[in-house]
């Protein structure tokens, strides 16, 4: 499986902005997959992840402004975040699980749950 992230940009705060990974090789594998976010100096952390029943979980940081949901017809995994705030600048990274996840839903927001990453996508709020 390979993801390449896109959608990130500079917008105002309050605005917004959708994110997209596209995932491309076996598809079918991918049971749990998960959009993350790091700043320098800052450990990556986990903003919304998505079980292979389409359960989400969410931080509290994002919960109610941000959505995760999958285009099995684009086989994208995308992340619509919205009310935008500066403190949500960071680079965006999908990553995603060939196996069921494990346990609680909110596992899916554990990096080190997942073996495969891309490139990730920069998100800057001003």
């Known amino acids: 499986v390979q993801l390449v992230e896109s959608g990130g940009g500079s917008v105002s705060a309050g605005e917004t902005l959708r994110l997209s990974c596209e995932i491309s090789?076996?598809?079918?594998?991918?049971?749990?997959m998960g959009w993350f976010r790091q700043t320098p100096g800052k450990e990556r952390e986990g903003v919304a992840g998505?079980?292979?029943?389409?359960?989400?979980a969410y931080s509290d940081s994002v919960k109610g402004r941000f959505t995760i949901s999958k285009d099995n017809h684009k086989a994208a995994l995308l992340l619509q975040m919205n009310s935008l705030k500066p403190e949500d600048t960071g680079m965006y990274y999908c990553?995603?699980?060939?196996?069921?996840?494990?346990?609680?839903?909110?596992?899916?927001?554990?990096?080190?749950?997942?073996?495969?990453w891309g490139q990730g996508t920069q998100v800057t709020v001003s």
């Open positions: 990553a995603s699980l060939s196996r069921p996840c494990l346990g609680d839903v909110t596992n899916t927001l554990i990096p080190g749950e997942y073996p495969t």
């Open positions: 090789g076996h598809y079918a594998s991918p049971y749990c």
């Open positions: 998505i079980d292979s029943d389409g359960v989400a």
